[in-house]
């Protein structure tokens, strides 16, 4: 699944970068091996949000390994919380969270509401890859971040490499189309 998310990244990053910010921030490692980190603790911001960061994300993830310290997904949203790069004021503020698993520490919904909460706010995109994440937590982070969809599941489900750059692909149009 790793070498699927980050070619899917890729091509998200390549696809869109003239017209999205992006930044880049793995968990729960804090080192691009990924051999470094805690169980429970955040990543690190690896690529700091802003323009034209295709170069940045893609070498980052190119050389970056899997983690085995389970999946904060609170601790890490809570550490983007009052993160500099997600307070611009010119235009809308995004989180897209891509896990393959089920939170192993704290509840990430109050996380996702902080983010929402903040000014500017910051909406958080949820995608579950693969059978093993917790559809109930990620309905729940989808709705707090104001990006639950119609129908079922209100997140983006992806299964497979097709269904994983589709859903990159529509949260990417969407981001560059609307603005709230």
């Not at 699927?4 to 003239?18: F, G, P, W």
């Not at 804090?30 to 802003?50: E, F, H, K, L, S």
């Not at 890859?129 to 079922?152: H, K």
Request: hydrophobic share 35%; charged share 20%.
């Amino acid at each position: 699944k790793w070498n699927l998310a980050k070619a899917a990244t890729r091509s998200l990053v390549t696809t869109y970068k003239d017209q999205i910010n992006f930044g880049l921030s793995l968990f729960p490692g804090t080192d691009q091996a990924c051999d470094q980190g805690a169980r429970c603790g955040a990543g690190a911001i690896n690529v700091p949000v802003g323009p034209m960061k295709e170069t940045a994300v893609t070498s980052f993830i190119n050389g970056s390994g899997t983690c085995s310290f389970g999946t904060p997904i609170a601790e890490e949203l809570a550490s983007l919380v009052n993160y500099p790069g997600l307070g611009d004021m010119t235009r809308p503020n995004y989180v897209l969270l891509l896990t393959d698993g089920m939170p192993t520490c704290d509840d990430p919904t109050p996380q996702v509401t902080a983010l929402r909460r903040r000014m500017p706010e910051v909406r958080t995109f949820v995608v579950g890859f693969g059978a093993q994440v917790d559809r109930n937590q990620l309905r729940d982070m989808a709705r707090a971040g104001g990006t639950a969809r119609m129908g079922t599941p209100e997140y983006y489900q992806a299964d497979d490499a097709a269904s994983l750059r589709s859903a990159f692909a529509a949260i990417a149009g969407s981001v560059v189309s609307c603005t709230y």
